[in-house]
């Protein structure tokens, strides 16, 4: 890490509110569950699809939990009064983790039910390497059960291939991105033409089994090379789509989308924005100097 990453990690916390919020606002559609909806109306009207998260992770106490699948389920009901084109994207340390995995698994798998209700789909994202197991686990139990829930995995993680060929075998539903954590090199790549190299292979044997994949990047050369896939597999246009997050390589994202393919913009709300986003920067400094760099020195 330089040293001017370092100054900034440092310094985040005391970057008054208002200047994070300054660039955070085009990544978060707002902190209610109405911004988030006015977001996804419009993405819809451009015939674009969207996955809403309520901002936060490690919650503390059970009733923090519950109050986090309440809202999740007015998400829900809001999607569907609405006639809007979206789903929800959960986080198991969220809904309770780390405080009893048979109590996440509970509020998970309610909300699993209530989306089916409503003919929808739940996305449980996947955090660092410390929830991966568990994750996956939670997932297998709610496959049994549901055929409208997926799950993330990771290019840069080591052990993601072995993980891919177990849940092959299902047809699972995947969300595959490169990964975001910080983590140590004895679980993760650390050169990033690797965890490159790993997104394709892993993506080529996801379409090659029949999984349907949220191809999810920003990056040009993964999206070129998924697309060479897709037109090598003569794969129809439902049996996949794109996913991106909002804010993020707009130019690109209206490129695929007026060749006819499906996207998803991942779409964050909720009163934790500031928290969420300074935790972001900090395991990403070289992200977080971008938007200093950005926000002071850009003219």
């Given at each position: 890490?330089?040293?001017f990453?370092k100054?900034?990690?440092?310094?985040?916390?005391?970057?008054?509110?208002?200047?994070?919020?300054?660039?955070?606002?085009r990544?978060?559609?707002?902190?209610?569950?109405?911004?988030?909806?006015?977001?996804i109306?419009?993405?819809?009207?451009?015939?674009?699809?969207?996955?809403?998260d309520?901002?936060?992770?490690?919650?503390?106490?059970?009733?923090?939990?519950?109050?986090?699948?309440?809202?999740?389920?007015?998400?829900?009901?809001?999607?569907?009064?609405?006639?809007?084109n979206?789903?929800?994207?959960?986080?198991?340390?969220?809904?309770g983790?780390?405080?009893?995995?048979?109590?996440?698994?509970?509020?998970?798998?309610?909300?699993?039910?209530?989306?089916?209700?409503?003919?929808?789909?739940?996305?449980?994202?996947?955090?660092?390497?410390?929830?991966?197991?568990?994750?996956?686990?939670?997932?297998?139990?709610?496959?049994?059960?549901?055929?409208?829930?997926?799950?993330?995995?990771?290019?840069?993680?080591?052990?993601?291939?072995?993980?891919?060929?177990q849940?092959?075998e299902?047809?699972?539903?995947?969300?595959?991105?490169?990964?975001?954590y910080?983590?140590?090199?004895?679980?993760?790549?650390?050169?990033?033409?690797?965890?490159?190299?790993?997104?394709?292979?892993?993506?080529?044997?996801?379409?090659?089994?029949?999984?349907?994949?949220?191809?999810?990047?920003?990056d040009?050369k993964?999206?070129w090379?998924?697309?060479?896939?897709?037109?090598?597999?003569?794969?129809?246009?439902?049996?996949?789509?794109?996913?991106?997050?909002?804010?993020?390589?707009e130019?690109?994202?209206?490129?695929l989308?007026?060749?006819?393919?499906?996207?998803?913009?991942?779409?964050?709300?909720?009163?934790?924005?500031?928290?969420?986003?300074?935790?972001?920067?900090?395991?990403?400094?070289?992200?977080?100097?971008?938007?200093?760099?950005?926000?002071?020195?850009?003219?």
């Amino acid at each position: 890490m330089s040293l001017f990453n370092k100054l900034v990690v440092l310094t985040l916390p005391f970057v008054p509110k208002f200047i994070v919020y300054f660039f955070a606002k085009r990544y978060i559609a707002g902190p209610s569950i109405e911004d988030a909806i006015a977001a996804i109306k419009e993405f819809n009207r451009r015939g674009i699809m969207a996955t809403v998260d309520l901002l936060g992770e490690e919650i503390e106490n059970k009733e923090d939990a519950m109050a986090v699948v309440h809202e999740y389920k007015n998400v829900l009901a809001a999607i569907d009064s609405k006639g809007l084109n979206a789903n929800i994207s959960v986080k198991p340390t969220h809904l309770g983790l780390k405080l009893d995995k048979e109590f996440c698994y509970g509020n998970i798998r309610s909300l699993v039910d209530e989306a089916k209700k409503y003919s929808n789909f739940v996305r449980i994202d996947m955090e660092d390497h410390s929830c991966t197991s568990d994750t996956l686990n939670l997932f297998k139990r709610l496959r049994t059960e549901f055929d409208n829930v997926g799950v993330v995995i990771q290019s840069y993680l080591r052990r993601t291939v072995d993980d891919v060929n177990q849940l092959i075998e299902d047809g699972a539903n995947i969300r595959l991105c490169k990964g975001i954590y910080v983590e140590p090199r004895q679980i993760a790549f650390k050169d990033k033409e690797i965890v490159n190299y790993n997104f394709q292979y892993i993506l080529e044997k996801l379409l090659n089994n029949n999984c349907y994949v949220g191809i999810a990047t920003h990056d040009e050369k993964l999206v070129w090379n998924a697309l060479m896939m897709i037109d090598r597999l003569k794969l129809k246009r439902d049996l996949y789509e794109f996913q991106m997050l909002l804010g993020v390589t707009e130019e690109l994202r209206e490129i695929l989308v007026s060749a006819g393919h499906r996207l998803r913009v991942y779409v964050p709300y909720g009163k934790h924005w500031h928290a969420y986003s300074l935790r972001r920067l900090k395991e990403n400094p070289s992200v977080a100097s971008y938007i200093i760099k950005h926000i002071f020195f850009k003219n």
